[in-house]
């Protein structure tokens, strides 16, 4: 989720004609690695795994269903990355509920109050070996 919501920050810089000096550092005391997604397409089908998750804003069984994206580490603006090794995989979700909670999100780009709705991805670490 962390990728994701970095992905959307960056996409939100470019919809608000924000610059790279606009952009504010990072809260404290959040992991300060950010990360690109990349679209995947699998050599070959995924099969589904059922998952019962459960985080801040409540829990929610399904199954995991096919892989979405790879997020990887990025410098960005010329900062450095201080984990080059590890990814995250994220994992299209059929879930059942979650959500459903009103959020203030903090980060480099500003303050931002939005509702969430059901959960659509995991993203696991994961490491990879570029063919």
């Known amino acids: 989720m962390k990728s994701t919501i970095t992905a959307l920050s960056a996409a939100t810089i470019g919809i608000l004609g924000m610059t790279a000096a606009q952009a504010q550092p990072n809260p404290p005391g959040v992991n300060p690695e950010h990360y690109a997604c990349y679209r995947v397409f699998p050599a070959k089908p995924f099969k589904a795994v059922k998952v019962e998750l459960k985080d801040q804003f409540g829990g929610a069984a399904g199954a995991v269903v096919q892989e979405a994206s790879?997020?990887?580490p990025v410098s960005k603006n010329g900062q450095p990355i201080k984990d080059e090794?590890?990814?995250?995989?994220c994992y299209t979700l059929k879930m059942n509920k979650g959500g459903?909670?009103?959020v203030e999100i903090t980060?480099?780009?500003?303050?931002f109050v939005m509702k969430l709705g059901p959960i659509t991805q995991l993203c696991v670490p994961s490491l990879k070996r570029v063919l």
């Open 70 to 72: 790879l997020c990887a």
């Open 85 to 89: 090794r590890t990814h995250l995989l």
């Open 100 to 102: 459903n909670k009103a």
């Open 107 to 111: 980060n480099q780009f500003g303050k």
